[in-house]
């Protein structure tokens, strides 16, 4: 089964895929109203910015093969747990683990794997938190527990991921030892960002502590 013949046939199984946009949809509303509420309370906003996509069918099937799998839409299904995935950017480090407690504390939504590539960062350097996600989609005659993957990152990650992603594709994912050293220390240097913008951050509440005691 090729992309082309995988996408009619996906089309066919039109049901199965559109829940993957309502569970989006769903996903996106809980973490729109964690933001809000969380800025109401604490006057600052964890998420910076979040996008969310459908795999295309023809990424199904390079992931599909990748995983030696046999192309078939039962097995998609299955095994390809980012079939809908959201985004999250954070201001710091942080936010990751406040957004991660709030999604985790929500009774309609089942936290399934948790793959944390910030405490332990994969070898190239990239840092992530990973989250497979099954949240409820209510049909008209039927509920359906849809598998979405979150993944939360600072700015300084996403940064380096982003460039990672697009370096990985233009060598054809063999990078030369030097880029990939030179990639390691960039990620090096994100998370020296992440930790000087944390301090900063820390300093300034102190500051503004100390302006309220005064006022009281
Ligand atoms: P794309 O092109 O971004 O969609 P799994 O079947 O879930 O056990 P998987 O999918 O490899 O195996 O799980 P993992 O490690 O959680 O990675 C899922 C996604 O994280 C990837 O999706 C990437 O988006 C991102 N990711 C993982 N490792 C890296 C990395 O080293 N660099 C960058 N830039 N992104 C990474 P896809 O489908 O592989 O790719």
């Given at each position: 089964l090729d992309a082309e013949n995988l996408q009619s046939n996906l089309l066919e199984w039109k049901e199965q895929l559109f829940v993957y946009k309502f569970a989006l949809e769903e996903i996106n509303t809980k973490l729109n109203i964690l933001n809000e509420e969380y800025q109401h309370i604490h006057h600052h906003n964890p998420i910076e910015h979040m996008k969310s996509r459908i795999k295309s069918p023809a990424s199904i099937v390079k992931k599909l093969e990748r995983k030696g799998l046999e192309v078939t839409i039962e097995n998609a299904l299955e095994?390809?747990?980012?079939i809908a995935g959201v985004r999250i950017t954070c201001s710091f480090l942080s936010d990751i683990y406040t957004m991660f407690d709030a999604i985790s504390r929500q009774?309609?939504?089942?936290?399934?794997r948790v793959k944390d590539y910030i405490r332990q960062p994969k070898l190239n350097g990239y840092k992530s938190l990973h989250l497979i996600v099954k949240v409820p989609v209510f049909l008209s005659n039927q509920v359906k527990k849809v598998k979405v993957e979150i993944q939360i990152r600072t700015i300084a990650m996403d940064f380096w991921a982003s460039l990672e992603h697009k370096i990985y594709y233009k060598f054809d994912k063999e990078i030369p030892q030097e880029l990939q050293l030179e990639l390691k220390q960039a990620a090096e240097a994100a998370h020296d960002l992440d930790e000087k913008m944390k301090k900063i951050r820390d300093e300034v509440d102190l500051y503004k502590n100390n302006i309220n005691e005064k006022q009281v």
């Open positions: 095994h390809i747990q980012d009774d309609d939504i089942e936290v399934i």
